[in-house]
């Protein structure tokens, strides 16, 4: 199912709506995916072999929440913050996109007949919303394409860690997550992010195959990539030398926020006839209201003996996968 858009430049910006304008290119949406802050479309041709000035990019709206910034500030958030620390081909890019009268209106009937996650069908666009992004698609182009999506979390320990620790932030936190019954995507993929970036070899080699078989991207974690997750955890680590439990001043708190947000994006690869491309996504900046909770979970993880393998005895497991207690 789709819904028909037109497109054009307005102003040097690009335009979307759902009325024809003067030189405007007809397109039509489907909606691709939705997390807890955006809806994602797919942005296609009127027709085969018709024209589509937006090959290569998705269409991206924020929901109506409270906790979720306009596109305008999403954007400036990135150009500040992210933008800035890798080379422009490795990073999921943004542009602003003008949204015409009514189209709010008709996306939100729209999004109401396809297929959605139960948990998420309360959520609508707001009506009131003047701007969108523009991101790169990441998506397979062809059958042939492989794309893996992988959240890298905590390349380096925790400055919240005990110095003895077993486990490091994120093995910790799925360790604690599992005994409550709980499993995330990332927990899932039952991998210490520590590996991707070790300097023992065998450790990359080991990580990589068990994220993908594609051998094109396998080779590229090891490689090219790896030096790629290595940058990540030097910002990760610079942004956030003391830890959440030890920062308090508006700018340490900023910064704590900047490197929450580098351990919870995600790296695309996409293998396509054996060339590689790979970007860093989901570099929204996350919020200082969260601190209290980063606050609360560090706290619980060192005080309730997760780290240290040390949790109570009616859910302690030895950990098996964490390379402080697995070399």
């Known amino acids: 199912m789709s819904i028909t858009v037109y497109f054009s430049e307005q102003d040097g910006?690009?335009?979307?709506?759902?009325?024809?304008?003067?030189?405007?290119?007809?397109?039509?949406?489907t909606y691709l995916s939705e997390g807890g802050a955006n809806f994602v479309f797919r942005i296609i041709a009127q027709g085969p072999g018709n024209d589509n000035p937006l090959n290569g990019k998705l269409f991206r709206l924020r929901k109506d929440l409270s906790h979720v910034q306009s596109a305008k500030a999403q954007l400036e958030a990135f150009d500040a913050n992210f933008r800035p620390l890798f080379p422009a081909h490795h990073v999921v890019q943004q542009e602003l996109i003008?949204?015409?009268?009514?189209?709010?209106?008709?996306?939100?009937?729209?999004?109401?007949?396809?297929?959605?996650?139960?948990?998420?069908l309360d959520d609508v666009l707001p009506l009131d919303q003047t701007h969108g992004l523009l991101v790169t698609?990441?998506?397979?182009?062809?059958?042939e394409d492989v794309l893996l999506q992988l959240k890298p979390?905590?390349?380096?320990?925790?400055?919240s860690?005990?110095?003895?620790?077993?486990?490091?932030?994120?093995?910790?936190?799925?360790?604690?997550?599992?005994?409550?019954r709980i499993h995330t995507a990332t927990d899932r993929q039952e991998t210490c992010p520590l590996r991707l970036v070790s300097n023992v070899e065998h450790h990359g080699?080991?990580?990589?195959?068990?994220?993908?078989?594609?051998?094109?991207?396998?080779?590229?974690?090891?490689?090219?990539?790896?030096?790629?997750?290595?940058?990540?955890?030097?910002?990760?680590?610079?942004?956030?030398?003391?830890?959440?439990?030890?920062?308090?001043?508006?700018?340490a708190i900023r910064n704590v926020c900047r490197a929450m947000t580098l351990r919870d994006c995600t790296l695309f690869i996409k293998s396509s006839s054996g060339?590689?491309?790979?970007?860093?996504?989901?570099?929204?900046?996350k919020l200082?209201?969260?601190?209290?909770?980063?606050?609360e979970v560090e706290g619980k993880l060192r005080e309730e003996g997760w780290y240290k393998n040390g949790e109570s005895e009616e859910v302690w497991a030895e950990e098996t996968i964490c390379v402080l207690s697995r070399p």
């Open 13 to 29: 910006l690009p335009f979307i709506g759902v009325a024809p304008l003067a030189s405007s290119t007809q397109l039509q949406l």
């Open 153 to 159: 979390k905590w390349l380096a320990q925790s400055p």
């Open 205 to 251: 080699t080991e990580v990589a195959t068990s994220l993908t078989d594609d051998k094109t991207i396998a080779n590229f974690l090891i490689g090219d990539g790896r030096q790629l997750l290595v940058t990540l955890r030097s910002h990760q680590e610079m942004l956030d030398p003391l830890g959440a439990l030890a920062v308090d001043d508006e700018d």
């Open 98 to 120: 003008v949204l015409g009268p009514g189209l709010a209106e008709a996306l939100n009937a729209f999004v109401k007949t396809v297929s959605r996650p139960t948990h998420r």
């Open 288 to 295: 200082a209201e969260k601190l209290s909770y980063w606050k």
């Open 275 to 285: 060339q590689i491309e790979a970007r860093l996504g989901d570099l929204d900046l």
């Open 137 to 143: 698609d990441m998506t397979p182009s062809t059958s």
């Open 161 to 180: 860690a005990p110095a003895d620790a077993k486990r490091c932030r994120t093995c910790a936190l799925r360790a604690q997550r599992g005994a409550e």
